[in-house]
């Protein structure tokens, strides 16, 4: 058995990260992952032009990019959506239906979280791709600002503001959410 390359070494723990950022770009967890396999070939042929010295950003923004590409080509196809599709608001993944894990003892604290992670979830998926990819690079993968920027290929500020503003969205999407389900208790 050969030794795991260069290439093998460093790309590889960021596999699983790789994915997240893909599926919260695209939303479908088929595209995600053919997104990241399309991205490793991509970094993989255009390795020996890797010159920086974080590969983490570098793969990061040929997964972002590739995610993008499939985006556009998947918008530009789709000119038909089922009248299901439409009026549930889900898309043909069964996009709402979110499997978590957790490991709470209790049926009741499990149930709590999984409402609490759905949430959370579903306001993310409702904020524009923009602030959506910052706040998943940094609270979800915990990227710095400049590694972001690098992603991103925008500026540290503009990114500091993305996150503001994408925190912001989420904690009000959150907060009319929170308080929709508490009128309904009576």
């Not at 960021?14 to 695209?26: C, D, P, T």
């Not at 590739?66 to 000119?79: C, D, F």
């Not at 990114?159 to 959150?174: E, F, I, N």
């Amino acid at each position: 058995m050969q030794p795991p390359s260069r290439f093998e070494q460093l790309a590889l723990p960021h596999q699983e990260a790789a994915f997240n950022l893909a599926y919260w770009l695209l939303r479908s967890r088929v595209d995600a992952e053919d997104a990241v396999q399309e991205a490793f070939l991509r970094a993989f042929r255009a390795f020996d032009s890797f010159r920086g010295e974080e590969f983490r950003p570098w793969l990061f923004a040929i997964v972002r990019n590739t995610a993008y590409r499939m985006l556009n080509s998947r918008q530009r196809a789709a000119n038909v959506i089922s009248l299901d599709a439409a009026l549930s608001g889900h898309d043909h993944e069964g996009g709402s239906h979110l499997d978590i894990a957790t490991d709470e003892p209790s049926a009741e604290d499990v149930m709590m979280a999984e409402v609490d992670r759905d949430l959370v979830r579903l306001a993310l998926a409702k904020l524009p791709a923009a602030f959506r990819e910052v706040v998943v690079l940094r609270e979800i993968e915990g990227l710095g600002y400049r590694e972001i920027a690098e992603i991103t290929g925008t500026v540290v500020g503009t990114v500091m503001s993305r996150l503001s503003r994408g925190r912001m969205l989420l904690r009000q999407t959150l907060a009319r959410k929170i308080g929709k389900d508490r009128s309904h208790v009576v």
